[in-house]
Structure formats: C-alpha cells, structure tokens
C-alpha cells in the first residue's frame, strides 16, 4: 500500500508541476501577446499621429498659399485703383485747363489727327473759341498741304474735347478718349513713379 501512496503522490506531483508550467506557458503567451498588441497599437497610433500632422500641414500650406493670394489680390486691386485715380487726376487737370495752354491743346489735338477736310464738332465750352481754334489749324493744316477743317460748332454730345467728323467716320478726341487710349501706353511709367520700391508690378 504504501508503494501505491508514493506512486499517487508522484503522479499528483508531476501533474501540479505540469499545470504549473502549463501556466507559465499561459503567462507567457498572454504576455508575448500583449507585448506584440502594444507594439501594433503603438505603431498604428504613431502612423496615425504622423496623418494627421501631415494634413495639418497640408492644410497650414493651403491656408498660406491662399493667403497670400488673396493678398496678392488686393495689392493688385489697390493698384489698379491707385492707377485709376492718378488718370482720372490726369483727365482732371486737362479739363481744368484755360486760356492759351487749354488753347494750343484743342490746336494740338486737331492739328495731330485731322488729314483735311473734316469737320470739327466742339463742346459748349469751346463755343464762343471754336472759330478760332478751326482758323489756327487751318493755317498750320494749309503749310502741310491739307485741306481745310470746318467749324462744326457747339455739340451737346460732346463733354469736352473735340469730335472730328469725315462722312460716316468720326474720330473721338474727348478727354475721356484721350485718357483711355493713352492709358495702356502710360500705365508702365506710372506705376513705376507710384510703387517704385514696392515690389514687381502687375
């Protein structure tokens, strides 16, 4: 019998030793599992933390980049507005001009674009000197060999300036033509004297 107990006794023993490392085994796994779960986690929080300060910056770019467009923007608008108030400063000064200077420019303006024998339409301003300005011209006119102008007289469609009329052809010497036209040509030198030192222009 007691040959019985002690084989019993060792089998209990070896079995407890088994369930023994049976749980180490467990242990061990279970650890190695959330070691490795960790690791993954880790990682895919880190390539997660990594999206997100990619698209922060990404969005930090476009934000910077429409910034400075929209600032670009306005610097172009308010040079563009800056222009257009120095021309119409411009057409102003030409429109307050009198006496012999205002004079020589209507002289100017039909001597530089008549060919002869137009008709020159005056505005109501220019009435009472129309005659005046048509004989002038036609005395430079005739040293060219060109036909004569005639006075067409005061023409409430005309602001100020001159029309030149020829048949169906007439050509606008109004202020506001004037400008217009000499605008693109001009628009360099201003901007130069307007923004010198401010960066390149538009």
Same mark, same amino acid.
Do not use: H, W
């Given at each position: 019998m007691q040959g019985m107990d002690r084989i019993a006794a060792r089998i209990a023993e070896e079995a407890q030793e088994e369930v023994r490392r049976q749980e180490e085994s467990a242990k061990q796994q279970?650890?190695?599992?959330? !070691? @490795?779960?960790?690791?993954?986690?880790?990682?895919?929080?880190?390539?997660?933390?990594?999206?997100?300060?990619?698209?922060?910056e990404e969005i930090r770019r476009r934000a910077l980049s429409t910034a400075k467009l929209d600032?670009?923007? *306005?610097? +172009?608008?308010? *040079? @563009?507005?800056? +222009?257009?108030?120095?021309?119409? *400063?411009?057409?102003? *000064?030409?429109?307050?001009? @009198?006496?012999?200077?205002?004079? !020589?420019?209507?002289? !100017?303006?039909?001597?530089? !674009?008549?060919e002869g024998?137009?008709?020159?339409?005056?505005?109501?301003?220019?009435?009472?000197?129309?005659?005046?300005?048509?004989?002038?011209?036609?005395d430079r006119l005739a040293k060219r060999g060109a036909a004569p102008v005639n006075n067409g007289g005061a023409d409430g469609s005309v602001p100020d300036g001159l029309i030149l009329k020829k048949g169906p052809v007439e050509q606008n010497l109004t202020l506001?033509?004037?400008?217009?036209?000499?605008?693109?040509? +001009?628009?360099?030198a201003a901007a130069e004297i307007l923004f010198r030192g401010n960066g390149d222009e538009e």
């Open positions: 279970a650890y190695d599992i959330l !070691s @490795q779960a960790k690791a993954e986690a880790e990682a895919a929080y880190e390539a997660r933390m990594e999206e997100s300060r990619a698209a922060a600032a670009k923007k *306005k610097a +172009l608008a308010t *040079k @563009q507005e800056l +222009l257009g108030q120095a021309f119409a *400063k411009a057409r102003e *000064k030409l429109a307050a001009m @009198q006496g012999a200077a205002y004079e !020589s420019f209507l002289l !100017s303006l039909i001597e530089g !674009s008549a024998g137009e008709t020159v339409c005056f505005s109501a301003r220019d009435e009472a000197i129309a005659e005046r300005i048509v004989k002038a011209a036609n506001d033509a004037i400008v217009r036209a000499a605008r693109p040509g +001009l628009t360099p």
